[in-house]
């Protein structure tokens, strides 16, 4: 995938990976559509990836805010209406957004039914909706890529992880299934590895940051799988630590 001049689709955009992604994507030449709830937040990282995207070298891209909550599926057609009015037809959607559920986080047995609910609301309907908005569209011009960022804890069990685990392994199998269906559009799973963000210090507060990647090397690992993209196996379960980060002008 050309990321130079593509339109780009990034949900959970306005802090932590997906707003070092669309930044990093701006300045590559993408048109981004960024969507997050926070509209301060979100706006502050529209405007660093404009910044980026002005450059040295001139407009090579330009960012956009969409302050929608992925797990209302009544916003789902506006995002994605409102993306392809902003950037053109999509060539690259990041399904990024993403929650724990209540944190700490319970054992199953004390999860409540709603609160599962609603990780999958946000986990896997919300993801789930928007490809099926806007998938057929890639389909039928044979073109696209489609990432679901995923988690180890997709494939591994941690006590306390379940519900969000849970989410996370049904999106990595929706990955697989929309690959199988929709072929040549590409779909993956993306593990980014543990991450100094939000979400990582809402999860284990007491983690040694120094341990964590920094998200903006995963984001620039990402492009690099975004770009080869055509060579990974349709629905694999890729670890961006696999990928070299690319070197953007
Ligand atoms: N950090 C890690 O160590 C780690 C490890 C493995 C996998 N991951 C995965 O990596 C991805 C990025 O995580 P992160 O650590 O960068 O998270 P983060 O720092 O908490 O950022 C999450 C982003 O998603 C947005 N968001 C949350 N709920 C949303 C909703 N319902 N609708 C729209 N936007 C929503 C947030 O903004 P608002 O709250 O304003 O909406 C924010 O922009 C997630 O899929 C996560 O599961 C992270």
Redo the contacts with the bound molecule.
Sequence with gaps: MEIENAAVLV?????????ELSIALARAGARVAM????EE??EE?VAAANAAARGPHGERGAAHGLA?????KTAIHRIAGAAVALVGNLDVVV??????GRVPMPLLLDTDCEELERVLA??LL?PFRLTKALAGSMFLRKTGVVAF?????AVSAYARWGA?GVS?AAQDHLARTFAAELDPVRFFAV??????????A??IPDADRST??D?RDVALRLVTLLTRAARVPNGARVLASDFPKAELR
Aim: no cysteine.
């Design positions: 949900t959970g955009a306005s802090r932590g990976l997906g707003r969507v997050a709830r926070g937040a979100l990282a929608f909550d992925v797990g209302d399904h990024n957004a993403s929650t724990l946000v986990n919300g960022v995923s988690s180890d804890a969000y996370k593990d980014p590895g543990e991450m100094d963000t939000k979400m990582h809402d999860a964590l990647a998200p």
